[in-house]
C-alpha cells in the first residue's frame, strides 16, 4: 500500500508564490510515477502536473505552463510543485497522486492514470 500526504497549501495574493510538498511511503518511492492534480469547488478534478520515475520526463497542463515546475527528490520520498504568479482561478484543492510503474518514462495526464491519491491541501489566490 501506499501513502501520499500533501502540504504546503495555503492563502496568497495573486501574483504571489507556494510550494507543495507530497511526501509518500509504502514502496520503493523511485517506483512512482507522480503526478498533480486540482479540483475547484463544482468543477471536475483536473490534471496540472505529471513526472516520471526518472524525473527526466515532466507535463504540463497549458493553463499552468511557466509558472509551476514539478520536481521530485528521491532521497527524501517527496514531490513538490512550485507555484509562482498564483492567479484567482488557480484556487482548488490540489492532490497528489501516484502509481506504481516499470517505466523509468511513464507519465499519465488523466485520473485514470494513477493507483494512489493524498487526501489534498487547499489552494486559495485572492485578487
Known amino acids: 500500500q501506499v501513502q501520499l500526504v500533501e502540504s504546503g497549501g495555503g492563502l496568497v495574493q495573486a501574483g504571489g508564490s507556494l510550494r507543495l510538498s507530497c511526501a509518500a511511503s509504502?514502496?520503493?518511492?523511485?517506483?512512482?510515477?507522480m503526478g498533480w492534480f486540482r479540483q475547484a469547488p463544482g468543477k471536475e478534478r483536473e490534471f496540472v502536473a505529471s513526472i516520471s520515475r526518472s524525473g527526466g520526463s515532466t507535463s504540463y497542463a497549458d493553463s499552468v505552463k511557466g509558472r509551476f515546475t514539478i520536481s521530485r527528490d528521491d532521497a527524501k520520498n517527496t514531490m513538490y510543485l512550485q507555484m509562482n504568479n498564483l492567479k484567482p482561478e488557480d484556487t482548488a484543492v490540489y492532490y497528489c497522486?501516484?502509481?506504481?510503474?516499470?517505466?523509468?518514462?511513464?507519465?499519465?495526464?488523466?485520473?485514470?492514470?494513477?493507483?494512489?491519491w493524498g487526501q489534498g491541501t487547499q489552494v486559495t489566490a485572492s485578487s
Open positions: 509504502g514502496r520503493t518511492f523511485s517506483s512512482y510515477a
Open positions: 497522486a501516484a502509481k506504481v510503474v516499470d517505466s523509468r518514462f511513464y507519465t499519465a495526464s488523466s485520473v485514470r492514470g494513477y493507483d494512489y
